[in-house]
Structure formats: structure tokens, C-alpha cells
């Protein structure tokens, strides 16, 4: 009965030790996921303009060589704080969500090396797009 209730003991800890982790795992994914949304709207305010966040209205996106290098730096900080949380400690929603999130910053990061920010105009993109949609 001792060893039972030992094994019993052992169960319900580790179901709550991994339940801690997975909590804690979904709330560094859904902190991360909320300051790069704020990142996003302070780094391009036009985009958040856009989105109805008039915070940064009085500003446009800095596309200066230096700002360019340091969002480069800063996405793939945003991409080794997400692989540092255990995926499989995730719910299912959260796994997708994840998986997402990590294609989109994989993706980023290797579209860099084009350097299509050195062609900041285009028939579909650019300041004569954007500025009259500031509105």
C-alpha cells in the first residue's frame, strides 16, 4: 500500500509540475506574442495607423540603414525566445500558433539577405501607398 500510494504521490506531482510548465511555457508564447505585437506598432506606425493605433501617428517607419540592422537583431531575438520554450509542453492551439509564429520570424529573418529594403518603392508598396491611407 506504501508503494502504491508513493507511485500515486509521484503521478499527481509530476502532473502538476508538468502542468506548471506548460502554463508557464503558454504565458512566456503569449507574452512574446503580445510585446512583438507592440513592437510591430511602434517599430511601423503606419501599419498600426492602419490597424486604428493612432499612438505613434505623429511618426513613419525609420527605414535608415542602422534601423533596418537593428529590427533584423531584434527578430532574431524574437526567434531565440521562442525556441527557448518547450513547444511540446503547448497545448494544440498554442503548437499551431507557435509553428506559425515561427515560420513568419524564419521567414523574415531569411528575406533579409535579398535586401528588398534597399528598394523601398514598388508598384504595390511604398510611401505613395501608404501616406494617402494615413487618412
Known sequence: ?????????????????????????????????????????????????????????????DVSLAAVQRRHAERRAHLERLLAIKKRSLS????????MFQWMLQNEIEAHRFRMFLAPVGQRSGPHQTIPQMG
Open 92 to 99: 494544440d492551439e498554442d503548437r499551431l500558433s507557435y509553428d
Open 1 to 61: 500500500m506504501k508503494t502504491r500510494n508513493h507511485y500515486l504521490c509521484t503521478v499527481i506531482c509530476s502532473f502538476g509540475v508538468t502542468s506548471a510548465h506548460a502554463g508557464d511555457a503558454a504565458d512566456r508564447l503569449h507574452r512574446l506574442f503580445a510585446e512583438r505585437y507592440a513592437w510591430e506598432m511602434r517599430e511601423f506606425p503606419e501599419r498600426a495607423m492602419s490597424r486604428g493605433d493612432y499612438t505613434n501617428a505623429d511618426k513613419i517607419t
